[in-house]
């Protein structure tokens, strides 16, 4: 397993060419300490765990692993279904001012088709972030104050990427002198 920059993560997950709605999170608080943790995973393209704080309010920093080549039936159940209310999306931005206006007026069309019809929420979110050609989406269990319970099941399925992502972390926090109150 190699620990790497979290956003290099996101770049394989935004570079991957596999179905962008395959795949399913859970995030929530740090067990302990500054910060958050994200299991994401795709049936055939495997799992991975990020390690996130924010630093300041424009400055996200973390650290990540990928730690399954795929999801079997041990760790299918531990990542959400279709039915989960949250949803979590990773985007890729345009590549310049035409391939920014294309996606305009895609999402634009998109959104005029779900405002004159009857539309179900998870259509119109599936159906936007096709339209601005999102890499990855689909269901999450998020806590924003805690930890959903498949955090945890997930945290000691892979209890050795647990610990070293938490160490590399704590020396980030530690580096960025972000782990200490004020008087």
Avoid: C
């Amino acid at each position: 397993m190699r620990v790497r920059n979290w956003r290099e993560i996101l770049a394989d997950v935004a570079g991957d060419s596999t179905d962008p709605d395959g795949w399913r999170a859970v995030a929530g608080s740090r067990r302990e300490g500054l910060g958050e943790d994200l299991y994401f995973g795709h049936p055939s393209v495997g799992v991975y765990q990020l390690k996130t704080y924010a630093k300041n309010p424009r400055d996200l920093r973390g650290v990540g692993a990928k730690v399954a080549r795929k999801v079997d039936d041990d760790l299918d159940p531990l990542l959400p279904g279709a039915d989960s209310p949250g949803r979590f999306a990773v985007r890729r931005p345009p590549a310049d001012a035409d391939a920014a206006t294309e996606m305009a007026t895609r999402l634009e069309e998109t959104l005029k088709v779900h405002a004159e019809a009857p539309t179900d929420p998870d259509h119109l979110f599936e159906d936007v972030m096709e339209a601005i050609e999102s890499p990855a989406f689909g269901p999450m269990a998020y806590e924003f104050d805690g930890r959903p319970d498949e955090l945890d099941a997930l945290s000691d399925t892979f209890e050795e990427a647990e610990e070293l992502l938490t160490a590399e972390l704590d020396d980030l926090i530690a580096d960025d002198d972000v782990d200490r109150g004020f008087h």
